[in-house]
């Protein structure tokens, strides 16, 4: 017996083949959205957990600020008593500094030479005075340089010839100076150096 299919097999295949590409099509999307999904959920634990991490990173750096602030105060407070230390030394070594500084130029004077006016401003004295000769005056300038331990730097601001009348029939030509030294104060005095001796230096 021949059996006929008289329905439409083809139309029914079609449906089928279209029915499971729909439901491919929504696994597809449904997977893909899942994905999407956990990589969205993925990402926002990861983006809040860098969150946390900026907000730690920013709260120790407040705390780092305050702590260099507070470092920042107290080196402030540390250089100002230095400071103040060192203005209290100062004034108490100035007490004796014009006892060294005429020690001093007494011990370095040589022979022929003669102090007329003596002016301090600050650490920076002024000499005026008269010498038998210009060499006198350039080792009056030797012996301020190299051998005194509380004056330094001596300058020759200037020099000229002048005529001292000693009686009515005695009249001498000298060189008349001026010059200026730095004095040191007690504190810039290194032990050692404040106990050599003036070499060649003549007594005034």
Not at 10 to 19: G, L
Not at 49 to 54: G, P, V
Not at 58 to 64: C, F, G, H, N
Not at 179 to 193: A, H, L, N
């Amino acid at each position: 017996m021949i059996l006929i299919n008289l329905l439409p097999h083809r139309e029914a295949a079609r449906k089928r083949r279209r029915e499971n590409f729909y439901a491919a099509l929504g696994v597809s999307v449904l997977v893909g959205g899942l994905l999407a999904g956990v990589g969205f959920l993925w990402l926002q634990a990861q983006i809040e957990l860098q969150q946390s991490r900026n907000s730690l990173l920013q709260s120790e750096i407040k705390k780092l600020d305050n702590e260099i602030k507070e470092i920042a105060s107290l080196q402030a407070e540390i250089a100002a008593l230095r400071a103040r230390q060192q203005a209290v030394e100062d004034l108490q070594g100035d007490r004796n500094l014009p006892v060294h500084l005429l020690n001093e130029l007494v011990r370095q004077l040589p022979d022929g030479v003669y102090f007329t006016e003596m002016k301090q401003e600050n650490q920076v004295v002024s000499l005026q005075g008269m010498a038998q000769s210009n060499e006198r005056v350039s080792e009056l300038l030797r012996n301020l340089a190299n051998s005194s331990p509380w004056l330094a730097k001596p300058e020759l601001i200037e020099i000229t010839a002048a005529n001292v009348t000693l009686s009515a029939r005695d009249v001498r030509r000298v060189a008349s100076f001026r010059m200026r030294v730095d004095v040191k104060r007690p504190t810039q005095i290194k032990p050692e150096g404040a106990a050599k001796p003036a070499p060649g230096a003549v007594k005034g």
